[in-house]
């Protein structure tokens, strides 16, 4: 199923649409500290705009995620999580406490970019799953994934 | 026979949940149990303890950050459990006449 059916209006309305959705998750990631949003909002914005390139053009868009990238990137977020969380117990704080985060700053800003970091983690995550389930879902026409 | 008695078992489940909902604290009750935990330490400090404008990010990214994790693991979860569930090979199993040559 996963050829390209894209007439070339859909192709350049997925080539317009694409980087604003970037943008977009970009901001929600970022902004995510002070108003609604936040890795998971952004990760399935970013997912959207992975399935829609590979819906219009086809798995070869180059901007878009190969299965085996996607699973990299499900597999990365929790361990970008998880790995800020041990190492703040390496420097000394509890799992997960971001102020003890071996860095040159003030502990408040420390703690401002570890949330920063793992809400990072939750968008690679969340993006990598979706797009594995949406190619698990729609295989090659040979049936590999 | 069975639907009759789920039925006549539904009445007073009905009103025994109706008679605890009219037990419940009025919505935004400041004095109910769920105000005066937590709730009263993180308005206070959570914005010079993490620099948080927004107190859910605050409880949901910091104080709460390992309960964050756990979802994010079960996101992770359901992405490998569809893949092992429908997921196939990357290629196709080798020609049987190769293990004979």
């Known amino acids: ?145 | 026979m069975i639907g009759r008695l789920t039925g006549l078992l539904l009445v007073p489940a009905f009103v025994v949940l109706l008679q605890a909902a009219a037990e419940l604290p009025a919505v935004g009750d400041g004095d109910s149990p769920a105000f005066t935990h937590v709730a009263p330490y993180y308005l206070e400090h959570a914005h010079e303890e993490t620099g948080a404008a927004n107190f859910v990010t605050a409880v949901l990214a910091d104080y709460r950050g390992y309960d964050t994790f756990g979802e994010l693991t079960v996101i992770f979860t359901a992405g490998i459990a569809c893949l092992l569930i429908l997921g196939t090979r990357d290629e196709p199993p080798a020609p049987r006449d190769e293990d004979a040559a």
Not at chain 1, 2 to 19: E, M, Y
Not at chain 1, 107 to 123: K, N, S, W
């Open chain 1, 1 to 145: 199923m996963r050829s390209k059916f894209g007439s070339p209006v859909l192709d350049a309305s997925a080539r317009l649409l694409a980087p604003f959705m970037w943008l977009f998750a970009a901001y929600v990631l970022v902004h995510g500290h002070d108003s609604p949003g936040g890795g998971f909002q952004a990760g399935v914005i970013l997912a959207a705009s992975i399935i829609m390139l590979r819906l219009v053009r086809g798995e070869a868009s180059p901007p878009g995620l190969t299965s085996r990238g996607a699973l990299t990137f499900a597999c990365a977020g929790p361990l970008l999580y998880g790995g800020i969380g041990i190492v703040s117990v390496l420097s000394g704080g509890n799992f997960l406490d971001y102020g003890e985060l071996p860095l040159p700053m003030d502990p408040v800003q420390i703690r401002v970019l570890g949330t920063l970091g793992i809400e990072t983690g939750v968008m690679i995550g969340v993006t990598g799953v979706l797009v594995l389930i949406f190619d698990v879902l729609a295989p090659w026409d040979d049936g590999t994934v």
